[in-house]
């Protein structure tokens, strides 16, 4: 079994508890969480990975960690996967744990990548256009990419959506490139 069938395989089982138990809103903002901390902490990810890491080390780790910040449901999932020997699929699970709900809410993510700051005004007008354009909640999350030069590129799922100045120089300059000049 692929590591993301087993990571689908859990996230399921936790989307399916959360609805029996009627906790969804408190398992969506526990998984909010698990998902900045597992990417904003690459050392964290890589203790769970390790092989060498012993499981009770481990263990106290997801206690430390999450037992008084997370609702029991949702630390009962984290102690399953470690005694199943899949906390490597920590945050692959929590992804497909989101992505689930976001099927079922109806919400896709949008990537912005902007060469400048947006504005609350630009990011709200951003997100009605990105909702109209796809029917669905869209759920914004913004980087600041100054090589860009201007504009922005916007990721919706596989669809790209390139704005960005420094697009439109390169696709200017290939137009040149391929027109030839004839001398008049």
Do not use: C, W
């Amino acid at each position: 079994m692929t590591p993301l069938t087993v990571a689908r395989r859990y996230a399921q089982a936790l989307y399916q508890e959360a609805e029996r138990e009627g906790k969804t809103t408190q398992v969506d903002e526990d998984v909010a969480l698990l998902l900045e901390t597992f990417e904003g902490s690459r050392q964290l990810v890589s203790l769970f990975e390790s092989p060498i890491v012993s499981r009770e080390r481990k263990e106290a780790v997801i206690r430390k960690l999450f037992e008084a910040r997370v609702q029991p449901l949702t630390f009962r999932f984290l102690l399953l996967l470690l005694e199943k020997n899949r906390e490597d699929a920590f945050p692959a699970a929590v992804r497909a744990y989101r992505a689930l709900r976001d099927e079922h809410l109806n919400i896709a993510e949008a990537t912005v990548r902007a060469a400048l700051p947006l504005s609350k005004d630009e990011e709200a007008k951003l997100v009605r256009s990105l909702e109209q354009m796809t029917g669905k909640r869209i759920r914004i999350r913004i980087e600041q990419d100054e090589s860009l030069i201007g504009g922005a590129v916007i990721r919706v799922g596989d669809t790209v959506y390139d704005g960005s100045v420094r697009h439109q120089l390169e696709t200017l300059r290939e137009r040149m490139e391929r027109t030839v000049m004839v001398p008049s």
